[in-house]
């Protein structure tokens, strides 16, 4: 179950870190670009192409969410829900499952929105779709900005719960055998 706890740790830190380095990396790119309407900033070509960028960025990271990090994070939870349930403890068993499937479900939301708000970027951008999809945009933005954050919240619970089991399995006074309390 140790095992189990640590994988769990490891991904829902790694993929915390990576959304909040996302977040902490979009300001200084922004930076960067001119504003909207032209003003503000240094040049990076425009405000969009920064956009652009960062969509891709999130694009890629989501991937490899997608492909390592929800996969281990998943199968940990998982395999440290079944020893919980071994052990009597549903509770904390079934709270551990719900979360990781918002967790889950969260993330599905947020790639979805990402490859819906790069796909109309580019249409924009190339002027295939009309000036008024830009409204769409900003609320495809708005949206992932909520879907991150969201995802983001779940999987830092799943963190912490990790963490706990971790520091209460090896405290004194503790059953000897993984994932069984006095």
Not at 48 to 57: K, N, R
Request: glycine share 8%.
């Amino acid at each position: 179950m140790r095992t189990a706890w640590v994988a769990l740790l490891v991904s829902a830190v790694a993929w915390v870190s990576g959304n909040v380095l996302l977040v902490a990396m979009a300001k200084p790119l922004f930076a960067h670009a001119p504003g909207e309407h032209g003003g503000g900033g240094r040049d990076f070509s425009s405000h969009y192409a920064a956009g652009a960028v960062f969509g891709d960025l999130l694009s890629v990271w989501s991937t490899i969410v997608t492909a390592a990090l929800l996969p281990v994070l998943a199968f940990a939870a998982v395999a440290a829900a079944v020893a919980a349930m071994k052990s009597g403890r549903k509770l904390p068993a079934y709270l551990l499952l719900i979360a990781t499937l918002i967790a889950a479900a969260c993330h599905v939301w947020s790639a979805t929105i990402i490859a819906n708000a790069n796909q109309l970027l580019a249409a924009l951008l190339s002027g295939a779709a009309e000036g008024s999809e830009w409204t769409r945009f900003h609320l495809l933005h708005r949206e992932s900005q909520g879907s991150m954050g969201a995802e983001t919240l779940f999987v830092l619970v799943l963190a912490v719960s990790a963490a706990v089991a971790l520091a209460r399995a090896s405290s004194p006074g503790r059953a000897s055998s993984p994932g069984k309390e006095r």
